[in-house]
């Protein structure tokens, strides 16, 4: 309840903000002028619903969406020891956590991965591959496990969707309020939408959605160091410098991570020549060197 009325107060906010800053900016005033009728407090609403709805429908649906896409097979009455182990140490987490049990499951996975996923804390979906439980040790998949419990207790997957949610309704917005301003004051259209509306609304919301995509992969840069620190707290920091040392050894390994999911993921995949402003994790090495510093460099 409380995180659903985070939400709702965020758009709330997001639109009571937008429209302050674009009446002291003279927005407004500046349209009137040019004769442009655009009614920027029903348009932000209407960016604002289609930009949180999105988000909001994609997280409700997440643990079915990765459960699909990964193939992942959920424990439900534990077949080996090995999946009884798996069961009883997210349990154990779970329960140092203060979260209620989530589903546990494995996907076929040559990769040494796991992700978190889940509308809330008490209905989450923690997921292993078999590369990780292949090659990993006991103590270090209890740290990759404990990591994304730690996602879980922070309400990670929660607060992502919510600032995916804002950029997106901020990106619909700033493009059609750009496009419609080139339109009426640029090109001079009088009525209805000219060719220029839609070329300046769609380029725009092109170099917006970049731009809003740096502070979502900000965001989850960040995170990955609070769920290590939980990590470590959870299984042991050496533990959980060790799970990731093993899996710097991983880049030789086919991924097997598709791309709606690998902000949740372990391991995220980092290219060379990414920027780093766009990346969804942190290099290892950094991460690492972050624990050993008991520090968060972000």
Request: with cysteine; charged share 15%.
């Amino acid at each position: 309840m409380l995180r659903i009325g985070l939400f709702l107060l965020t758009n709330l906010g997001v639109i009571m903000l937008a429209t302050v800053t674009l009446q002291l900016l003279g927005v407004e005033q500046l349209l009137q002028q040019n004769g442009v009728d655009l009614d920027l407090a029903n348009l932000l609403v209407f960016c604002a619903v289609f930009g949180m709805a999105g988000s909001l429908v994609s997280l409700l649906m997440s643990k079915s969406m990765a459960r699909r896409a990964m193939g992942v097979q959920v424990i439900s009455q534990p077949r080996d020891q090995r999946e009884q182990w798996l069961h009883s140490t997210v349990q154990k987490l779970a329960n140092e956590a203060g979260i209620g049990m989530p589903e546990v499951g494995i996907f076929p996975s040559p990769t040494a991965n796991a992700f978190a996923t889940g509308w809330n804390k008490n209905s989450a979906l923690v997921a292993v591959s078999e590369g990780l439980l292949n090659r990993m040790t006991p103590a270090e998949v209890e740290a990759v496990l404990g990591h994304e419990i730690g996602h879980v207790a922070n309400g990670d997957m929660v607060t992502l969707g919510l600032i995916q949610g804002v950029t997106n309704t901020f990106v619909m917005f700033g493009a059609r309020v750009l496009g419609h301003v080139a339109d009426r004051v640029i090109f001079r259209t009088e009525r209805g939408y000219g060719p220029g509306y839609w070329i300046v609304t769609l380029l725009a919301q092109f170099v917006l959605g970049i731009l809003a995509s740096m502070v979502v992969m900000w965001f989850s840069r960040w995170r990955e160091f609070r769920a290590d620190n939980a990590g470590a707290a959870l299984a042991g920091r050496q533990n959980m410098i060790d799970a990731l040392r093993r899996l710097r050894g991983e880049s030789e390994v086919p991924k097997g991570m598709p791309a709606e999911l690998s902000a949740f993921a372990i391991n995220g995949e980092l290219r060379d020549k990414v920027s780093r402003l766009f990346m969804s994790h942190p290099p290892l090495a950094d991460r690492i060197a972050a624990l050993q510093r008991g520090a968060n460099p972000e």
